[in-house]
C-alpha cells in the first residue's frame, strides 16, 4: 500500500489520505481501514476522471472498481466547488455507500469532517440523512463522536432522527459521552425530546418522514450475530474504558 503512514493487517494510522480526510488534530494516531477496492464502482465522466480509468485519492492511485466515488473523495478532502460541481453533474449518487469504509455515504464524511454547509449541500441533492454505516451509525452519530455540534445543528434543524440507535444501542448522545463532548451531550439531550416530538406529530398529521435505511435494516440482524471485526475491537477497548471509570468512583 502506498503512503507514509504504518499498516497492521486492515488498519492504517493515517497513512495516503490528503490533507484534511485523516483524523482530527485530537488523535494524531487514529486508525482507518484500508480503502480496499472489490465493489464495482460507477463511472463518474464528469468529475476529471483520468482517461486511463485510474483515479487518485491523495497521493494514492485507485483502481478502476472502487466504491469510493469521487464524490466521497471531494468531501473527505472539504472541497465545497467540487462537491457542488460533482452534484450538478448528476453523475455520482450521493447516497452510494461504500463498503471498502464500511458503507460510508459523502454525508457520513461531511458529518465526521464538522461541514455543515456540506451537509446542506449534499441533502439539498437528495443525500438522505438516515442512511446507516455497516454497524448503524447515522450521520449524528459520526458528528457525535467528532464532537462537531454545527453539524448536529444542522442535523436536527434537517428533522434527522437524534436518537437512532447503532447495532449495539447507542445513540450519538452516548457516543458524546463515550468521547467527552459535553456541549454535544448536552445540546442532544434536548434534541433527543425535539425530535421524538416532532415525528410524533408527523405521525398524527400523516406526514412522509424518511426516517428507515431499508438496506441496513435487512442486514442489521446477521450483522449482530456477526459483527465486523474492527467494531469487536473498539467496543471491547471502549467497555474496558468504561470499567476503569466505575472502578476509580468507587
Known amino acids: 500500500m502506498a503512503g507514509t503512514g504504518s499498516c497492521v493487517g486492515s488498519w492504517c494510522v493515517n497513512s495516503a489520505l490528503p490533507a484534511g480526510a485523516g483524523s ?39 483502481p478502476e472498481e ?18 457542488e460541481k460533482i ?18 455515504t459523502p454525508l457520513h ?6 461541514r455543515p454547509d456540506l451537509l446542506r449541500l449534499l441533502v439539498a441533492h437528495g443525500a438522505r440523512p438516515c442512511l446507516r454505516s455497516a454497524v448503524g451509525w447515522t450521520a449524528a ?12 445543528r444542522a442535523l436536527h434543524s434537517l428533522h434527522a432522527a437524534m436518537d437512532a440507535a447503532d447495532l449495539f444501542g447507542d ?9 467527552g463532548h459535553r456541549e454535544c451531550s448536552k445540546f442532544l439531550e434536548k434534541a433527543e425530546v ?18 428507515r435505511d431499508e438496506d441496513w435494516e435487512l442486514k442489521k440482524e446477521d450483522l449482530r450475530k456477526n459483527p465486523p471485526c474492527f467494531w469487536e475491537k473498539c467496543t471491547a477497548s471502549i467497555q474496558k474504558k468504561n470499567r476503569k471509570k466505575k472502578g476509580k468512583q468507587w
Not at 482530527?24 to 464502482?41: A, I, L, M
Not at 449518487?93 to 458503507?103: E, I, S
Not at 464524511?109 to 464538522?114: H, I, L, N
Open 24 to 62: 482530527s488534530g485530537r488523535n494524531p494516531t487514529r486508525k482507518f481501514p484500508r480503502v480496499g477496492c472489490n465493489t464495482p464502482w460507477r463511472s463518474c465522466n464528469a468529475c476529471g476522471r483520468a482517461s486511463s480509468g485510474e483515479r487518485r485519492f491523495g497521493s494514492r492511485l485507485l
Open 66 to 83: 472502487c466504491s469510493m466515488t469521487e464524490l466521497h473523495e471531494a468531501v473527505a478532502v472539504g472541497d465545497y466547488d467540487l462537491v
Open 87 to 104: 452534484l450538478k453533474a448528476g453523475h455520482c449518487d450521493p447516497n452510494q455507500k461504500d463498503a471498502d469504509w464500511h458503507d460510508r
Open 109 to 114: 464524511w461531511a458529518a465526521a469532517k464538522g
Open 141 to 152: 452519530h459520526f458528528a457525535a463522536e467528532a464532537g462537531e455540534l454545527r453539524v448536529l
Open 171 to 179: 445513540t450519538p448522545r452516548r457516543l458524546a459521552e463515550i468521547y
Open 194 to 211: 425535539e425530535s421524538r416530538n416532532y415525528h410524533r406529530k408527523a405521525a398524527l398529521r400523516k406526514i412522509p418522514l424518511d426516517q
